[in-house]
T-cell receptor, first 109, second 113 residues
Framework: GQNIDQPTEMTATEGAIVQINCTYQ??????LFWYQQHAGEAPTFLSY????GLEEKGRFSSFLSRSKGYSYLLLKELQMKDSASYLC??????????FGAGTQVVVTP | DAGITQSPRHKVTETGTPVTLRCHQT?????MYWYRQDPGHGLRLIHY???????DKGEVSDGYSVSRSKTEDFLLTLESATSSQTSVYFC????????????FGPGTRLTVT
C-alpha cells in the first residue's frame, strides 16, 4: 500500500526557516518529489530525491532517508511569496505519483 | 512548463449529464495523467496513459473514462456527472524515460449541481 503523512499547516515569519517533515510508505519506492502549489494554481516542481542525503537548490533544500521512509523540505529566508501548499510526493518504479494532502505554509510579516 | 492546456477552465453542469474535459500538450510526452484535487485529500489519480490508445485506471476511476487517440490529447469523460465529482481536475504529463517529473496543466474547476 501507499501512505504519505505531512503536517497540515505551519506558520513562520518572514526571513525565518521552516522545515516540513514527511513520512511515506510506498511499494516499489523509487524517489521523492516536493511540489509547491499556490492557491488556485497548478502544482509546480521543486525538488526530486532518489538517493539518501540532502539536495540544495537556492533557498530550498530537500532531504531523503530511504531506510527511514522520511523526507523533509527546508525553506530558508522565508518570503511572503513562499506562502503556499507544499506537497510531499512519492514515486514508484512505474513512475506513478502518490501525493500527500499538502502542508499549508503561512508566512507572516 | 510542458505546454499543457486544459479546456474548459471552468464548467457548471447538472447531475446526470455527460462531461468531457480535454488536455492538450505540445511536448510529445509519452505519459499523461488525470488527477482530481479535493480539500483534505490531495491529488488523486483517476486514469493515466502510457501511449496512444494505452490507458489504465488509477485509484479513483469509478464514473470516469478516458481516451487518447493522439499523443497530444488526453480526454477525460464523466459518463453521468454526480455531485461527488465536483472538484478541480488537473492533467499532467511526463517524459517518463529521462525523468519522472510531472508537469501540470492549469486545472479545470468543475461544479455539478
Amino acid at each position: 500500500g501507499q501512505n504519505i503523512d505531512q503536517p497540515t499547516e505551519m506558520t513562520a515569519t518572514e526571513g525565518a526557516i521552516v522545515q516540513i517533515n514527511c513520512t511515506y510508505q510506498t511499494s516499489g519506492f523509487n524517489g521523492l518529489f516536493w511540489y509547491q502549489q499556490h492557491a488556485g494554481e497548478a502544482p509546480t516542481f521543486l525538488s526530486y530525491n532518489v538517493l539518501d542525503g540532502l539536495e540544495e537548490k537556492g533557498r530550498f533544500s530537500s532531504f531523503l532517508s530511504r531506510s527511514k521512509g522520511y523526507s523533509y523540505l527546508l525553506l530558508k529566508e522565508l518570503q511572503m511569496k513562499d506562502s503556499a501548499s507544499y506537497l510531499c510526493t512519492s514515486t514508484d518504479s512505474w513512475g506513478k505519483l502518490q501525493f500527500g494532502a499538502g502542508t499549508q505554509v503561512v508566512v507572516t510579516p | 512548463d510542458a505546454g499543457i492546456t486544459q479546456s474548459p477552465r471552468h464548467k457548471v453542469t447538472e447531475t446526470g449529464t455527460p462531461v468531457t474535459l480535454r488536455c492538450h500538450q505540445t511536448e510529445n510526452h509519452r505519459y499523461m495523467y488525470w488527477y482530481r484535487q479535493d480539500p483534505g485529500h490531495g491529488l488523486r489519480l483517476i486514469h493515466y496513459s502510457y501511449g496512444v490508445k494505452d490507458t489504465d485506471k488509477g485509484e479513483v476511476s469509478d464514473g470516469y473514462s478516458v481516451s487518447r487517440s493522439k499523443t497530444e490529447d488526453f480526454l477525460l469523460t464523466l459518463e453521468s456527472a454526480t455531485s461527488s465529482q465536483t472538484s478541480v481536475y488537473f492533467c499532467a504529463t511526463t517524459h517518463g524515460t529521462t525523468s519522472y517529473e510531472q508537469y501540470f496543466g492549469p486545472g479545470t474547476r468543475l461544479t455539478v449541481t
